[in-house]
């Protein structure tokens, strides 16, 4: 029989689950070439809901918990068709040419995208509790119990929360994708030509662009709807749902513990020219069932 | 600044093979193997020498020279290897030195002659093209045109079609052939947005192309 019983009831579980939901952020950026293209992403996100279940199996379910992309920034920078393209001067017996002009142009241009805001939904996250005794680094090797809680570095038993998996659904990028990228792609082909370019010149260059939607998702290879495919680039290709994903189940697993016990434990605190009295804490188990969480731990010598 | 939107590229709306600008090569082929000394040169001005090395062993078809590049005081190197008293190019004897100009105002116009100096063989002069010579170019301000050779006064007409955003990107077709030499033919060409125009030249030839008439294209929609 253990020396130390703690219980919070599933309402008190929630409230330190929550704390710990809200002080979740998450940011990266990263870019890539993927030859006819380039593309880079900046993003930030916070959790927010979710609806917590204890389990009599020793288990936590998470269900409902949302991804809000504070920031989600795309761009997608590609090359624009030459204006004089290159010809043949000079073919070869084999079909080919064996002296070109030389092509003139071929600007490069990025069409920036934002769907900050949007919100994805963790739809599966189950856990278990974990405890971890930590010793502080900053702790001195000379130093007792006493000295390490006065400087602030005290043992630590931590519970944590560690998801066994962590299911985040495909980033929901709105169907307006398509008008967006168009448009992001129209300015900045308007944001390339200077102003003093005649009617003629900017008539070519709209004409060897084409209808844009056509060019850019020849150029860029999209099989399928442009928001289904942005959705794809950002998760599968940069990875970023993985990224997240283990984001996730890092910071609830290890990094930002539900509760901790300073070890030694502190009964009472020093008065009267008493030292405060501790008792050493040993063998700290934690587990749930479906009513409350119960830590229990022994008195160590 | 872009080279897409080099202002040159749009107040220079005629071609002149014996003033290259970006819009204008010439191809030429020396034929016999040896060292060729070159000048960049702009109106009566030396702006730059270049070598070419015409070898047997040398596989390469295409030695692209940029006058643009050799003239610049600023790329010393001319986009090629440096020798000791200019840059040098190397190209088989079947192939061809391809004269261009990447940037800038242009109007650069080449002499080359053997290296050795021999004052029996005559020096090559890009303003006087010779029969096997290509003069390549593309007319891009859409209008009408006047063709002429200046050494034979033969003359043709071109036109170039306005540019039409259509339902699909448009890409010109291949370059259009010119016989030009005592004659041009054919007399009458008609051009799409930026087709490249290639003079065959089959006896000497210095190709001037004015614009006579321009094509603003369709008048904007009234309100």
């Avoid at chain 1, 963790?122 to 006065?150: C, F, H, M």
């Avoid at chain 1, 307006?176 to 260059?205: C, F, H, Q, R, Y």
């Avoid at chain 1, 970023?240 to 984001?247: F, K």
């Avoid at chain 2, 004897?93 to 002659?113: C, D, E, I, M, T």
């Amino acid at each position: 029989m253990s020396d130390i019983t703690i219980a919070a009831s599933a309402n008190g579980f929630h409230k330190l689950f929550n704390e710990l939901r809200d002080d979740f952020h998450f940011s990266k950026s990263d870019s890539a070439s993927f030859g006819p293209f380039s593309a880079s992403y900046a993003v930030a996100v916070h959790l927010q809901g979710g609806n917590l279940a204890l389990n009599d199996d020793n288990t936590i379910d998470v269900t409902d918990l949302e991804i809000v992309w504070d920031t989600l920034e795309v761009q997608v920078c590609f090359t624009l068709p030459e204006l004089v393209p290159s010809f043949c001067i000079v073919p070869d017996p084999w079909n080919g040419c064996l002296v070109g002009f030389p092509g003139i142009g071929g600007e490069s241009i990025c069409a920036p995208l934002d769907f900050s805001g949007l919100v994805s939904e963790i739809t599966d996250l189950k856990a278990t509790l974990i405890t971890n005794y930590y010793v502080d680094p900053a702790r001195q090797p000379g130093w007792s119990d006493l000295d390490a809680e006065v400087n602030g570095h005290p043992n630590q038993w931590r519970l944590f929360i560690d998801p066994v998996w962590v299911h985040i659904d495909p980033i929901d990028i709105p169907a307006t994708a398509g008008n967006l990228l168009e448009n992001a792609v129209k300015d900045a082909i308007n944001a390339l030509i200077p102003s003093w370019v005649p009617g003629w010149v900017k008539d070519l260059v709209w004409a060897a662009v084409g209808p844009i939607l056509d060019f850019v998702v020849g150029l860029l290879g999209i099989v399928g709807t442009i928001e289904d495919w942005l959705s794809n680039l950002l998760g599968s290709t940069f990875d970023l749902l993985g990224a997240l994903e283990t984001a996730i189940a890092d910071y609830f697993a290890s990094e930002n513990p539900i509760d901790l016990f300073e070890d030694p434990f502190p009964v009472l605190q020093a008065s009267g020219g008493l030292i405060p009295v501790k008792i050493p804490i040993r063998n700290l188990t934690a587990t749930v069932n479906s009513k409350e969480m119960v830590v229990v731990a022994d008195v160590g010598a | 600044m872009s080279t897409t939107f080099d202002p040159y590229l749009f107040s220079q709306v005629g071609l002149d093979s014996g003033a290259l600008t970006m819009l204008g090569a010439i191809v030429h082929s020396f034929g016999e193997a040896g060292e060729y000394r070159g000048t960049v040169r702009r109106d009566q001005d030396a702006m730059a020498t270049f070598y070419v090395t015409v070898d047997k062993a040398c596989a390469v078809a295409d030695a692209k020279i940029d006058l643009a590049k050799l003239a610049s005081p600023a790329n010393e190197d001319g986009g090629c290897c440096r020798a000791e008293n200019g840059p040098r190019f190397v190209v088989h004897p079947k192939g061809y030195a391809v004269f261009h100009v990447s940037g800038g105002p242009g109007g650069y116009a080449v002499n080359v002659r053997r290296a050795d100096e021999n004052p029996e063989l005559k020096a090559y002069d890009s303003r006087v093209l010779q029969s096997g010579d290509i003069f390549a170019g593309v007319l891009m301000r859409p209008g009408r045109y006047t063709i002429r050779n200046e050494l034979s006064d033969a003359d043709a007409e071109v036109t170039v079609a306005y540019p039409v955003v259509g339902k699909v990107a448009y890409k010109p077709p291949p370059p259009q052939d010119v016989k030009c030499g005592e004659t041009i033919a054919p007399r009458r060409i008609e051009l799409q947005p930026v087709q490249g125009l290639n003079f065959r030249v089959d006896a000497p030839a210095r190709i001037r192309i004015e614009l006579l008439e321009p094509d603003d294209g369709p008048a904007p929609a009234a309100g």
